[in-house]
Every structure is written in structure tokens, then in C-alpha cells.
């Protein structure tokens, strides 16, 4: 479920949306060239554009983008229930996965009504800390 829809929600908030786009782009191609920068994001923004639209998720607005996840996110919940984990007392690779989304919904360089609902939601946001420093602790 969040590799092939929220996944999307996540590339239509950073690379589709205009709003989004030039901030998204500073932060995460600033190493590269002003001269080369503007080619290769055009290029890479093209292709996560396509994808996007192929898949279903950049062909509905914003607000109907993030209803559709929402349900997403209900999901994880009721799986969730009083469980740290999705199965059980140890993370497993489903949360490995559940939680690199969250993580990437959380923490998007622009503030967007999916990453705002996510970290206003305080049983995911437990959820996603306790999975990152289970799976992907700090060196």
C-alpha cells in the first residue's frame, strides 16, 4: 500500500506540485552546477512527473491526494493498534518499508497538507520514531 500509492503522494508533493518544485529542487540539487542544474532537474522532474501520472496519483488535485492517502494512513493505525510494531513487539520489513514513507512524508522540505496531517498525528509519529531508530539508528 505505501510503496504503490502513498510512494506517489510523496513524488507529487515534491515534484509535481509548482508550489513545492523550487524549494524542493534548492534543496535537493544545490550541489550541482547552477549551469547543469537547470537540464538535469527539468529532466528529473520530467520523468517523476510521468511516473506519477502513469500510476494515477498526479492526476487528482492536492486536496483529493491527500484524502486518498489519509485512508493510507487509517490503515497503519487500526494495523498498528496498541502494537509498537506492525506485527508484533519487533519491527519487521514491512515496517522498514511503512516507516521510510512516513519518514519521507514527515520531513519534505516544504510544509504540505499530507506532511502536516502525518506529523499531526501523534500515534504515527511514535510509530515512525520508534521504527527509525529500530531500523535506521544514528551512527
Known sequence: MVEEHSYFAVICDRWVNDDNWDIVRKTFFNQIPALMRGFITKQ???????????????????????????????????ILGDKPFLFGDKPSAA?????????????????????????????????????????????
Open 44 to 78: 528529473i522532474r520530467k520523468q517523476a512527473v510521468a511516473q506519477a501520472t502513469a500510476q494515477g496519483m498526479a492526476r487528482h488535485t492536492v486536496a483529493e491526494q491527500l484524502v486518498r492517502v489519509d485512508k493510507d494512513l487509517i490503515a497503519i493505525t487500526d
Open 95 to 139: 515496517d522498514a518499508s511503512v516507516v521510510a514513507i512516513l519518514t519521507n512524508i514527515a520531513t519534505a522540505p516544504v510544509a504540505t497538507p499530507l506532511s502536516k496531517r502525518l506529523n499531526n498525528d501523534v500515534n504515527l509519529t511514535a510509530y515512525r520514531n520508534r521504527g527509525c531508530a529500530a531500523l535506521f539508528p544514528a551512527p
